[in-house]
C-alpha cells in the first residue's frame, strides 16, 4: 500500500472574486494530483477571501453549481478536497463560515466553524463542526481558524479517535508566531499530527504570515512553507515517519 499523501495549499486568493478563485483552486489541485495527494486542504474562506463584509452576497448553497468543476476533478484525481466558502443556510440569517469536503467520490460535505473571533458575529452564524473523516486509514478532524484557540476543540477531535488535526486558517504576520505555538502544542497534547493550510496573501485587510505548516505527533514541525505566495506543501506518513517538502506551483492568469 503507497503512503498516504496530504497537502496545504497556501493561495494568494482575489477579493470576492470567485470566479478567479475558482480557476487558482484548479491549478493547485491539478499540480496535488501531480504530486500523489489523497488530502487537500485550502484556507478559510478560500474561494471567495477574508470578506466578512461581502459575505452574505458571496454565500452560496451546500449544492452550489459552482463547486461542479472542482467536485469532478476531486472525483477524476480521487483527491479529498477541502474549499472554503460562507455557506447560506434558511435555519440562519447570517452565513456560516464552511469548509465544503469534496470527496473522491463525488458527494460532498460540510464542515461549519464553531467559534467565532470578537466581531465575526456581526456577519457570521456560528456553526456546529462536523464528523472525522477516514483518508487512507487515517482518521482526519477538521477546524477552521478560531476553532483550534478553544482547547476543548483539539481536545475533543482527539476523544473521538482523530490522528490528524487539519485546520484551515487566516493568520496574519503579526500573530503567527502565538497561534502557530498553540497547534505545535496541539500536537504535543495529544499526540497528533497537525496540518495548517494558512493563506498566501492579503485578505480582509489582514497581511496573512503564509508559512503553512505541518507537525508531527511529538510536535516536530516537519515542513512549511517558505513565507507567503502560491505554494504548496507536500506531507507523507512514512514507515519511519512523516516526511514533507515544499512543490513548485504555476498558476494561469
Avoid at 489523497?38 to 471567495?48: D, H, N, Q, Y
Avoid at 493568520?171 to 499526540?191: A, F, M, V, W
Wanted: with cysteine; proline share 6%.
Amino acid at each position: 500500500m503507497s503512503a498516504p499523501v496530504f497537502a496545504a495549499a497556501q493561495c494568494a486568493i482575489r477579493a470576492g472574486d470567485i470566479s478567479a478563485n475558482l480557476k487558482l483552486h484548479m491549478d493547485f489541485m491539478q499540480h496535488a494530483r501531480e504530486q500523489g495527494v489523497g488530502l487537500l486542504l485550502f484556507p478559510e474562506l478560500s474561494l471567495t477571501g477574508y470578506e466578512p463584509t461581502l459575505a452574505k452576497a458571496l454565500a452560496q448553497d451546500r449544492d452550489s453549481p459552482l463547486l461542479s468543476p472542482l467536485r469532478h476533478l476531486a472525483r477524476e484525481a480521487s483527491m479529498t478536497t477541502i474549499v472554503g466558502l460562507p455557506l447560506r443556510l434558511p435555519s440562519h440569517d447570517k452565513p456560516l463560515i464552511a469548509a465544503f469536503i469534496l470527496h473522491q467520490d463525488g458527494s460532498i460535505g460540510v464542515y461549519t466553524k464553531q467559534h467565532l473571533h470578537p466581531g465575526e458575529e456581526q456577519f457570521f452564524s456560528a456553526g456546529n463542526g462536523g464528523d472525522l473523516m477516514l483518508i487512507a486509514d487515517l482518521p482526519i478532524a477538521l477546524s477552521v481558524c478560531a476553532d483550534f484557540s478553544h482547547p476543548e476543540h483539539s481536545s475533543q477531535a482527539a476523544k473521538q479517535g482523530a490522528q490528524l488535526y487539519a485546520a484551515s486558517v487566516l493568520i496574519g504576520e503579526t500573530g503567527y508566531s502565538r497561534d502557530s505555538s498553540l497547534l505545535q502544542n496541539c500536537s504535543k497534547r495529544h499526540g497528533m499530527a497537525v496540518l495548517m493550510a494558512n493563506h498566501g496573501g492579503p485578505t480582509g485587510g489582514w497581511a496573512a504570515a503564509g508559512q503553512s505548516a505541518f507537525w508531527n505527533e511529538q510536535g516536530r514541525c516537519v515542513a512549511s512553507t517558505d513565507g507567503v505566495g502560491n505554494r504548496l506543501l507536500i506531507v507523507s506518513k512514512q514507515p519511519h515517519g512523516w516526511q514533507g517538502f515544499e512543490a513548485p506551483v504555476s498558476v494561469t492568469s
